[in-house]
């Protein structure tokens, strides 16, 4: 992670000897880069949900390319709560299937959230509305 602790899979938030009961459901949102201003409004974003997305009982994780440093510092200056994951090869971002936008210059602005039993439970793709990842993040939480 950008803290250069841990390492994350989805297991991590798997309950103990698999049971589903004691699982976490987690959202995970790719953006293009930290310190862009669509990349910027986004993590505070999902910052500032951030304690409605916990007493939902799930937890936030932001991937990106920039490096493991790069996302330290920036995770330290916005004062974000959550992990961000550091994917600089994209082998994650391929993993996911994610296309890249606008004619292929711009990596894909994707939300998942992926339910206690590891199935994708909403997918939500859009470059120009970083909020709205938030919302719609929330809206499937909620029908978990």
């Known amino acids: 992670d950008s803290d ?17 009961a004691l699982s976490k459901p ?14 910027t409004k986004e993590a505070e974003a999902f910052a500032e949900a951030y304690p409605e997305i ?3 009982g799930a937890e936030v994780l932001g991937i990106s390319r920039d490096s493991q440093e790069f996302s330290q510092e920036w995770k330290a200056e916005k004062g974000l709560p959550f992990p961000l994951l550091s994917d600089e090869d994209g082998a994650v971002r391929e ?24 199935k994708i439970a909403m997918k939500f793709n859009d470059q120009f509305a970083p909020e709205k990842h938030v919302d719609k993040a929330i809206a499937a939480l909620a029908d978990l």
Do not use: H, W
């Open 26 to 39: 987690v959202v995970v949102f790719f953006y293009g880069g930290q310190g862009s201003p669509s990349c």
């Open 54 to 56: 916990k007493a939902m």
């Open 4 to 20: 250069g602790r841990e390492k994350y899979s989805l297991a991590n938030f798997k309950g103990p000897l698999g049971i589903e």
């Open 95 to 118: 993993g996911f299937g994610i296309q890249k936008d606008l004619f292929g210059l711009l990596d894909g602005r994707e939300t998942y959230v992926i339910g206690k039993d590891g």
